[in-house]
């Protein structure tokens, strides 16, 4: 049974950091790309981050370029997202998920479509 674990969520304030991290069993975690995805209260859910298979490939939205920084480790079958200079609005649900799709472009890794398994998510908050 797959199982993809987010943690690391909570509240801080603006100008904050947090690191997200998300546990992945069950799957050859190393053949699948990784995504981050947020969705905020009455909101769509969104992309906000994706990595390939080897970390050779790494896509952002763009309001979170220059701020968020996704990683993985294959060994420990882990996907992290550094979450630094918080924002309000960057306050969401953030969700994991494990896509077995091959995707090195960003229209493959940023479309929900793409992706097989998700988590149950963690929140965050971010206070002003």
């Known amino acids: 049974q797959v199982q993809l674990v987010e943690s690391g969520g909570g509240l801080v304030q603006t100008g904050g950091s947090l690191r997200l991290s998300c546990a992945a069993s069950?799957?050859?975690?190393?053949?699948?790309?990784m995504g981050w995805f947020r969705q905020a209260p009455g909101k769509e859910r969104q992309f906000v981050a994706g990595i390939s298979r080897s970390g050779g490939y790494i896509y952002y939205t763009d309001s979170v370029k220059g701020r968020f920084t996704i990683s993985r480790d294959n060994a420990k079958n882990l996907v992290y997202l550094q979450m630094n200079s918080l924002k309000p609005e960057d306050m969401a649900v953030y969700y994991c998920a494990a896509a077995a799709a091959t995707c090195s472009v960003y229209g493959c890794m940023s479309r929900e479509m793409s992706y097989n398994f998700w988590g149950q998510g963690t929140q965050v908050t971010v206070s002003s």
């Open positions: 069950g799957l050859p975690f190393s053949t699948y790309v």
